[in-house]
């Protein structure tokens, strides 16, 4: 099946810093990527739409300024945390959908997640 | 708007024994239905899914079928084992929305013990 590779799987940062976050598919082209961030009760919650060329929809509470969505091409969206702080500290995954003629049912291709701590 | 609701984890099973767990939802229009699970530490994998009522998904002996009449999605496998231990998350794709995102369930967490 298609392959989302995200990357880095984890990473510590210290507080005040910035964090990015990459999502790639590997052999489809994604018009489309969703950003999540997965609490510890294990809720998953959208963050935001990436959209290939065009702004990304942030979900109503999700600071546009603090998580910066890039979707420069078919293949890349990139997550950027901003001045990262320890509330911060979750497990992100991305997603992405494979163009079809009725997008509302292909699957939905998960990358493997990025535990971020912010120390 | 759109919702999903699953029953509540956790969920510890004997090896062998008998799953269900209960997803229902409510949506406007005619959803199509998913069932992801997750394995610790890693991202979601598609289980089985199902795009129109009466439709059964089946997957790796876990099966669920789409029930229109009671806005429900329950997954089932008659015989669990400890590799089976992970997070399943009921999901719906709501064709009326833009964008073609997912609705997830809380998830449920299952643990299978030998």
């Known amino acids: 099946g298609a392959v989302v590779s995200q990357h880095p799987s984890r990473v510590i940062c210290k507080s005040g810093t910035s964090v990015k976050i990459e999502c790639r598919s590997l052999?489809?082209?994604?018009?489309?990527m969703f950003w999540y961030r997965q609490f510890p009760k294990q809720s998953l919650m959208l963050m935001a739409t990436?959209?290939?060329?065009?702004?990304?929809?942030?979900e109503q509470g999700v600071e546009k300024d603090k998580f910066l969505i890039n979707h420069a091409s078919l293949t890349l969206s990139t997550l950027t945390v901003t001045s990262a702080h320890p509330e911060d500290s979750s497990f992100y995954i991305c997603?992405?959908?494979?163009?079809?003629?009725?997008?509302?049912?292909?699957?939905?291709?998960f990358g493997q997640g990025t535990r971020l701590t912010v120390v | 708007g759109d919702s999903v609701t699953q029953m509540e984890g956790p969920v510890t099973l004997s090896e062998e024994a008998f799953l269900t767990i209960n997803c229902t939802y409510t949506?406007?229009?005619?959803?199509?239905l998913f069932w992801y699970v997750q394995y610790p530490g890693e991202g979601l994998q598609l289980l089985l899914k199902?795009?129109?009522?009466?439709d059964k998904g089946s997957n790796k002996g876990f099966e669920a079928t789409y029930r229109k009449e009671t806005t429900s999605f329950h997954l089932e496998k008659g015989s669990v084992q400890v590799s089976d231990s992970a997070v399943y998350f009921c999901?719906?794709?709501?064709?009326?929305?833009?964008?073609?995102?997912?609705?997830f369930g809380e998830g449920t967490q299952l643990t299978v013990n030998p």
């Open positions: 997603s992405a959908r494979d163009r079809g003629p009725k997008g509302w049912d292909t699957e939905a291709f």
């Open positions: 052999d489809f082209q994604a018009t489309t």
């Open positions: 990436s959209n290939e060329g065009s702004k990304a929809t942030y």
């Open positions: 949506a406007t229009g005619y959803p199509s």
């Open positions: 199902a795009t129109k009522a009466d």
């Open positions: 999901a719906l794709s709501d064709r009326h929305l833009s964008g073609s995102r997912l609705t």
